[in-house]
């Protein structure tokens, strides 16, 4: 089993860097606070010497700590303290964050309460080509987007995102090159920062599953990729109807009851891993 976890004996101590700046206090004390991913990225954006601990050591210990079976699934096969493509940041920020992508609109991003990612969800984003391929995907996040509807009221847009395992040796990156598919010239990553691909122009989308997980409306569906592996993406979702919100509201309150763990079952047996926001 790989574990990415760094040891208390592997944490590097800069000479220059003393009390609250030293890698190891820095870990202690996020540790406990659960690695809240708010308090990191604003310790980030305020010290340059936290930046860079954060880049070495804090980014990948939020990640194992919060989502730590998605994690093994996507270094497996790789060194322990080996890089991660695109970065642990990067993933963190995947983990943790809607980017709120809508190429024509302009969308708010935030951080998401709580999410869930799965493996096994991402297999309806995959062509039957690309099936041998690993994607983790997670749930569609709600925007309400105002006046969109014939009607005039509001529509749902669910925003959704996810990383695949090993992209750079996946068939679907594979197709994206045999199919001569050009980056996007005015969209990149929201995650890293690098050039992407339109899954809809590469004809990779597969249409009826992907909406059918989704929970949408058969209408527009269009999701990007990057070099990295970081797929995301919108949808227009289904309104539900009072019963049916009323029955969804019952089912999360029974897994809230559950307990907040960083990995759960669902009721279909695929393995979910959740990043929760709260302490």
């Known amino acids: 089993m790989v574990n990415p976890r760094l040891e208390p004996n592997e944490l590097k101590t800069d000479d220059s860097s003393s009390g609250i700046l030293d890698e190891r206090v820095l870990s202690l004390v996020f540790r406990s606070i659960n690695w809240d991913p708010h308090v990191l990225s604003l310790m980030a954006c305020v ?117 695949y395992k090993g992209f750079a040796k996946s068939k679907t990156r594979d197709l994206l090159i045999e199919r001569r598919i050009k980056f996007e010239h005015q969209a990149r990553c929201p995650y890293c920062g690098s050039r992407v691909w339109s899954m809809t122009l590469a004809k990779l989308i597969p249409r009826k599953s992907a909406l059918k997980k989704l929970g949408s409306i058969d209408g527009k569906l269009e999701y990007l990729v990057c070099v990295n592996g970081h797929l995301h993406g919108t949808c227009w979702l289904t309104r539900l109807s009072s019963d049916e919100e009323d029955d969804g509201m019952a089912e999360f309150e029974e897994d809230e009851q559950a307990g907040s763990t960083s990995t759960r079952t669902s009721s279909t047996g695929e393995e979910i891993c959740e990043a929760l926001n709260s302490l």
């Open 47 to 163: 010290s340059q010497k936290v930046s860079a601990v954060a880049k070495r050591v804090l980014w990948r210990e939020l990640c194992v700590s919060r989502a730590p079976h998605m994690v093994e699934g996507l270094v497996h096969g790789t060194p322990p303290n080996g890089r991660f493509k695109g970065g642990w940041g990067s993933l963190a920020k995947v983990l943790f964050y809607c980017c709120s992508f809508q190429p024509d609109r302009v969308l708010n991003g935030h951080f998401a309460k709580a999410t869930r990612f799965s493996k096994t969800s991402g297999k309806s984003f995959l062509t039957k080509k690309c099936q041998g391929d690993i994607l983790y995907i997670c749930d569609p996040c709600e925007h309400s987007i105002v006046g969109t509807c014939n009607s005039g009221g509001d529509d749902d847009m669910g925003i959704f995102r996810g990383v």
